[in-house]
């Protein structure tokens, strides 16, 4: 079964840092791209980022261009979302989510659960 | 960027109706384009991929159409289970941009 665990969620300051983390099991990690999808308290999904499954290509929204970086270690089976420079619009439940087929342009068939970032002050 | 526009942002229906949802690119997407259904409190479900690619699992009662810039979701006959917010995404190129939502909801 297709698993996807996010972590490292919590309430940050204006300003500050965190990294999400995702881990996967259930597939063969390495040979799929995958995403991060975020969601504001009581809006719509926007999407943030995406890496091939090699690692070698990521992607990013305008909104977090340059503030945040989508990495993975196929070795263990892990995303990482290291987010910086955090502003409250970036409040939002993170989503980590699997890309259907190898590459990125595709559906995302498997979502994990979901980790909640608060910043505020 | 493609922006990617949903009609109706929300609507109304009773078991058993025909549901009509459409989904907008800005600029031609081909056929990248998939659908997906939240449902309160839960994570977002994968329906339609490639715009009229039903999902493994999901009922015959969803369909997708469409290529180029327009896009419909049907719900042949909507069932109870079928409350949800639905979303189109274009997957074609970053930005992976989804619609806004459609809620649908019961009369």
């Known amino acids: 079964e297709v698993q996807l665990l996010e972590s490292g969620g919590g309430l940050v300051q204006p300003g500050g840092s965190l990294r999400l983390s995702c881990a996967a099991s259930?597939?063969?990690?390495?040979?799929?791209?995958m995403n991060w999808v975020r969601q504001a308290p009581g809006k719509g999904l926007e999407w943030v980022s995406g890496?091939?499954?090699?690692?070698?290509?990521?992607y990013y929204a305008d909104s977090v261009k340059g503030r945040f970086t989508f990495s993975r270690d196929n070795s263990k089976n892990t995303l990482f979302l290291q987010m910086n420079s955090l502003r409250a619009e970036d409040t939002a439940v993170y989503y980590c989510?699997?890309?259907?087929?190898?590459?990125?342009?595709?559906?995302?068939?498997?979502w994990g659960q979901g980790t909640l970032v608060i910043v505020s002050s | 960027d493609i922006q990617m526009t949903q009609s109706p942002s929300s609507l109304s229906a009773s078991v058993g109706d025909r549901v009509t949802i459409t989904c907008r690119a800005s600029?031609?997407?081909?056929?990248?384009l998939a659908w997906y259904q939240q449902k309160p409190g839960n994570v977002p479900k994968l329906l339609i991929f490639a715009a009229s690619t039903l999902q493994s699992g999901v009922p015959s009662r969803f369909s997708g159409s469409g290529s180029g810039t327009d896009f419909t979701l049907t719900i042949s006959s909507l069932q109870p289970e079928d409350v949800a917010t639905y979303y189109c995404q274009k997957y074609i190129s970053a930005p992976r941009t989804f619609g806004q939502g459609t809620k649908v909801d019961f009369k």
């Open positions: 259930g597939f063969s990690f390495s040979g799929y791209a």
């Open positions: 989510a699997k890309s259907r087929g190898g590459g990125v342009s595709d559906g995302y068939d498997c």
């Open positions: 600029q031609d997407i081909s056929n990248y």
């Open positions: 890496v091939s499954g090699s690692g070698d290509s990521t």
